[in-house]
Nanobody
Framework: QVQLVESGGGSVQAGGSLTLACAAS????????TRWYRQVPGKQRELVAS???????YYTDTAKGRFTISGDNAKNIVYLRMNTLKPEDTAVYYC??????????????WGQGTQVTVSS
């Protein structure tokens, strides 16, 4: 069974930085693409950034210029470096991945989320 575990969340002052990590674990799998989403209470989960297995990245307007997504295929870890954080970046950040499992089946997996709190 493949699992995603996020880490790196925490509290920071506005203007600060955090790096989130999303680690995939299991056996016989390969990650095809990973996305970071975020959600605040009462609102829909929104996409922040994505990266393909080949390294192609995509950023929403929210993330452009401030966030950087990167990945290490060998370690099955994807990072989200967040700079110049704003109070409105406060949310639970979730990792999502499309994974091909040991049977060749493509499955979608969510992590449990990690809280990011930015104070003014």
């Amino acid at each position: 069974q493949v699992q995603l575990v996020e880490s790196g969340g925490g509290s920071v002052q506005a203007g600060g930085s955090l790096t989130l990590a999303c680690a995939a674990s299991g056996s016989g799998f390969s990650t095809q693409g990973t996305r970071w989403y975020r959600q605040v209470p009462g609102k829909q989960r929104e996409l922040v950034a994505s990266i393909s297995r080949g390294g192609t990245t995509y950023y929403t307007d929210t993330a452009k210029g401030r966030f950087t997504i990167s990945g290490d295929n060998a370690k099955n870890i994807v990072y989200l470096r967040m700079n110049t954080l704003k109070p409105e970046d406060t949310a639970v950040y979730y990792c999502y991945a499309d994974v091909r499992n040991a049977f060749g089946t493509l499955i979608s997996i969510w992590g449990q989320g990690t809280q990011v709190t930015v104070s003014s």
